[in-house]
């Protein structure tokens, strides 16, 4: 029975209600089914057990919610598993009406929806987002597989993901964990580990994004870890004519075998504060036929771009074994601090090429380039400002051991 409270005014008589409580499998054998005979501000609670099915969400706003959220147990226990179904295992494709809530489940066993144009791919192999807002806590995406999105598949929709894990997600093609186009989407505290791409091949193109792939859009990642993710260029995220911020966010053993090991920019502004990098690379494949370029980070016809306060760490590339630009319209470090990056050929630290670079207030030290030069930082064409700031410790096989 749902419950009102009748609030009188002068005005008139106001009746509000209460989102009621539903409970799977209690009240309702299924969630579709709870979902289904919700209303607006009700909320659908999912004891512990595997639920093979798949779930839809209407336009109107419904909280699906383990029994505890913030419970690691009782979320790993409460499991959708869409095993079976060849689909998404959440989808939420209607634009009206205010967001829903996902809140402490396991989603696991996607295959995605059919993308169409008739391209036979699948998009969103956790989780189907189209049109929409929704907001999702405390969720464990594992083990879903696309072509587009493993985890995730967000697009013109403003999702905000919290105290999130994406692991072990597969897309052949682009975001492993996350694919998202237009409208924001907002990452807090949450943790990408070992989602993938195809690697290359003579047989099949190369991925894009092992975590997280965005374009065309604004993407927010406070507080995240990404850990041994991989793809043929962005092993952490690929980001395309996008607006990025990252703040507080630790990348570390990402892997690409192209372009930016850790992060891939592209015609893309990024601000990135208070943030790590620490062995990530990009070593190129095929017998060195193909080099790979940014260990950490590659940027490329790029806006603003800026670090501050932010460390690089062990991270190696064939050029740039922390950092590669390329034509961007200026890229600022501030109080960064780069130790113990390594280039196979040069630009042990930096790589920059054609773009406008400031190093303020940081340090470069015990980097290495092995055979070409700049241990620390290589500059090729463009413009270099230094200020205030020490090289120290820096080798090269080559010319210009600092710089």
């Given at each position: 029975m749902r419950h009102c409270l009748l609030l009188t005014c002068v005005f008139g008589v106001a009746t509000p209600c209460f989102g009621e409580v539903l409970r799977v499998p209690a009240d309702f054998a299924t969630i579709q089914g709870c979902i289904n005979a919700a209303v607006d501000g009700d909320e659908c609670v999912v004891?512990?057990?595997?639920?093979?099915?798949?779930?839809?969400?209407?336009?109107?706003?419904?909280?699906?919610?383990?029994?505890?959220?913030?419970?690691?147990?009782?979320?790993?226990?409460?499991?959708?598993?869409?095993?079976?179904?060849?689909?998404?295992?959440?989808?939420?494709?209607?634009?009206?009406?205010?967001?829903?809530?996902?809140?402490?489940?396991?989603?696991?066993?996607?295959?995605?929806?059919?993308?169409?144009?008739?391209?036979?791919?699948?998009?969103?192999?956790?989780?189907y987002i189209r049109y929409k807002d929704l907001t999702v806590n405390y969720c464990?995406?594992?083990?879903?597989?696309?072509?587009?999105?493993?985890?995730?598949?967000?697009?013109?929709?403003?999702?905000?993901?919290?105290?999130?894990?994406?692991?072990?997600?597969?897309?052949?093609?682009?975001?492993?964990?996350?694919?998202?186009?237009?409208?924001?989407?907002?990452?807090?505290?949450?943790t990408f580990t070992a989602n993938r791409t195809n690697r290359y091949s003579r047989f099949r193109r190369g991925g894009e994004g092992g975590a997280v792939f965005s374009s065309g859009g604004q993407a927010t990642f406070n507080e995240c870890s990404f850990d041994h993710n991989a793809a043929w260029s962005g092993g952490g995220l690929f980001n395309k004519e996008s607006d990025v911020r990252?703040?507080?966010?630790?990348?570390?053993?990402?892997?690409?075998?192209?372009?930016?090991?850790?992060?891939?920019?592209?015609?893309?502004?990024?601000?990135?504060?208070?943030?790590?990098?620490?062995?990530?690379?990009?070593?190129?494949?095929?017998?060195?036929?193909?080099?790979?370029?940014?260990?950490?980070?590659?940027?490329?016809?790029?806006?603003s771009t800026s670090f501050e306060k932010c460390v690089f760490e062990g991270n190696s590339a064939d050029f740039g074994g922390g950092i590669y630009s390329w034509r961007l319209s200026d890229v600022l470090f501030t109080n960064c601090s780069f130790m113990d990056n390594t280039a196979n050929k040069q630009g042990g630290a930096i790589y920059n090429n054609s773009s406008a670079a400031s190093v303020v207030t940081s340090k470069l030290e015990r980097n290495s380039s092995r055979e070409l030069g700049g241990g620390g930082l290589y500059q090729f064409g463009g413009s270099l400002k230094v200020l205030d700031s020490v090289f120290r410790k820096n080798e090269t096989g080559g010319r210009g051991g600092g710089l």
């Open positions: 004891s512990p057990g595997r639920y093979n099915e798949v779930i839809l969400f209407h336009q109107w706003a419904v909280t699906v919610r383990s029994t505890d959220p913030t419970d690691d147990a009782v979320v790993a226990a409460t499991i959708v598993d869409g095993t079976g179904f060849e689909r998404s295992v959440v989808t939420s494709s209607t634009g009206e009406g205010s967001p829903s809530v996902l809140s402490g489940l396991t989603i696991t066993g996607g295959m995605g929806a059919e993308c169409g144009q008739g391209t036979g791919d699948r998009c969103g192999g956790g989780m464990v995406f594992i083990g879903n597989d696309a072509v587009l999105g493993g985890g995730i598949y967000a697009v013109e929709s403003s999702p905000t993901f919290t105290n999130c894990t994406f692991q072990g997600n597969m897309a052949s093609y682009r975001g492993g964990g996350i694919f998202h186009i237009g409208g924001k989407v907002t990452a807090n505290n949450c990252v703040r507080g966010c630790v990348f570390r053993a990402n892997e690409a075998d192209r372009f930016g090991g850790a992060m891939y920019n592209e015609a893309t502004g990024l601000i990135v504060i208070d943030s790590t990098f620490r062995q990530n690379k990009s070593l190129g494949i095929l017998s060195r036929w193909i080099l790979g370029s940014g260990g950490a980070v590659y940027g490329v016809d790029g806006r």
